[in-house]
């Protein structure tokens, strides 16, 4: 298994100790552990701080590097020195050791790994493992192809666990920080959050990119859908408590895709004034639709309007339906039965670190006098709406911006 300690469970001495001694319990269990482990609580941003303080924009990205790589290769030392006073024989490994299984770019604070020469390199921790050795290996760091420091930009020993358990081949990726696991909501601000047993890559990703600091979302990008994966609390001090266990990606879940639906789409929008200050409005809507089993494929609000976008062969009805709402309601003043409309969908785990993908796939519509009706996206998703009749060729162009 691959065990990845984050800043907040290693943050004190006694912290340290039960996280070793967690690594020990399951070493003497039989099972082979490799260790992963941020800086020390808040050392990472301490040393940025200090770096502001004093030299501020004058320190290059090599510096600073080199500067932000020292929380991480104190906390190896302190915890391989830990298991070993534990009666296990354990071995830190940073950049600078000729094994380091981490190979990147150059890009000195947002490095990419080198996948095929870091698989090939990290088959070394196999044999320490097998020599009963724990090894306890930096994350966040990565080494050039020259030898430089490098690190993985935030969330960087997320991301140095799940590519060790994917080219390690590990049973499990354990991720150990102060939460049971993800919650049904923030337990600070509400006390009857409930812990989720289970919870998909997918939804793990929106989460933690609408704010849930569980984990980093760019490091879901890592974990191999053949491998289990939890977080869990480190205050149990126990790796075999359940947490809450993530979910995928299944086979073919998270590649890129382009799909055009198959049937024309139909447009239906209502409009009124100021009618999104008006509780309730939308749920009237909706609500009518789906107790007439009528499904909406995408709705859009602006300050005066609701756009929905139904199946074809449902729009007749809708459209009967919500006038019957508008005609009753003081809020909504009139209703439009579109033409029809092609939906196309492209899925990519690289949406969330791509600056500018939006206007990569709408560009070239643009160019060719492809009118876009509607679009909306997600973090790993963008759903363009067109003309039906430049369904085809805009499905096209959206496929080649893709690749």
Not at 217 to 229: E, F, M, N, R, V
Not at 323 to 336: A, F, G, Q
Request: charge should be negative; glycine fraction near 8%.
């Amino acid at each position: 298994m691959v065990a990845k300690f984050g800043g907040t469970s290693i943050g004190n001495g006694e912290k340290i100790r039960k996280a070793a001694q967690s690594v020990v319990n399951e070493y003497m269990k039989g099972n082979k552990v490799v260790v992963v482990v941020s800086a020390i609580n808040k050392t990472t941003d301490d040393f940025i701080k200090v770096v502001e303080d004093s030299v501020d924009s004058n320190v290059t990205d090599k510096q600073m590097a080199e500067i932000l790589s020292m929380g991480e290769m104190t906390s190896v030392r302190v915890m391989s020195s830990v298991i070993e006073s534990l009666g296990v024989k354990s071995e830190y490994m940073d950049p600078f050791n000729d094994n380091w299984p981490i190979i990147t770019n150059s890009n000195f604070l947002d490095a990419k790994i080198d996948f095929s020469t870091s698989e090939l390199v990290s088959k070394e921790l196999i044999k320490m493992t097998n020599q009963g050795i724990i090894p306890v290996v930096c994350g966040f760091l990565g080494k050039g192809s020259d030898g430089e420091i490098t690190t993985l930009g935030r969330g960087g020993s997320d991301i140095t666990a799940f590519f060790l358990g994917h080219c390690l081949k590990a049973d499990e990726v354990i991720i150990v920080t102060d939460v049971d696991g993800v919650m049904s909501t923030d337990p600070n601000k509400i006390e009857c959050a409930e812990k989720l047993d289970k919870i998909s890559v997918e939804e793990m990703r929106d989460l933690a990119t609408h704010g849930a600091q569980v984990l980093h979302p760019y490091a879901l990008k890592y974990k191999d859908p053949k491998i289990s994966a939890k977080i869990i609390s480190y205050e149990n001090g126990d790796l075999s408590n359940p947490g809450t266990t993530i979910v995928g990606p299944f086979e073919g879940e998270m590649m890129k895709t382009t799909t055009l639906y198959p049937e024309p789409i139909s447009v239906v929008a209502i409009v009124g004034d100021a009618m999104l200050k008006k509780p309730g409005i939308l749920s009237k809507l909706t609500s009518i639709l789906a107790k007439n089993d009528i499904n909406i494929l995408g709705i859009s609000a602006g300050q005066n309007s609701i756009t929905t976008f139904l199946n074809n062969k449902d729009s007749v009805e809708a459209y009967h339906l919500l006038h019957e709402i508008v005609v009753d309601s003081e809020e909504l003043s009139s209703l439009s039965l579109g033409k029809e409309i092609a939906m196309i969908t492209l899925v990519s785990p690289d949406f969330i670190e791509t600056p500018g993908i939006i206007s990569d796939i709408t560009d070239p519509l643009r160019e060719n006098n492809i009118n876009i009706v509607e679009i909306s996206s997600s973090q790993t998703a963008v759903v363009l709406f067109v003309d039906w009749e430049d369904g085809k060729k805009a499905y096209e162009f959206a496929k080649k911006a893709l690749e």
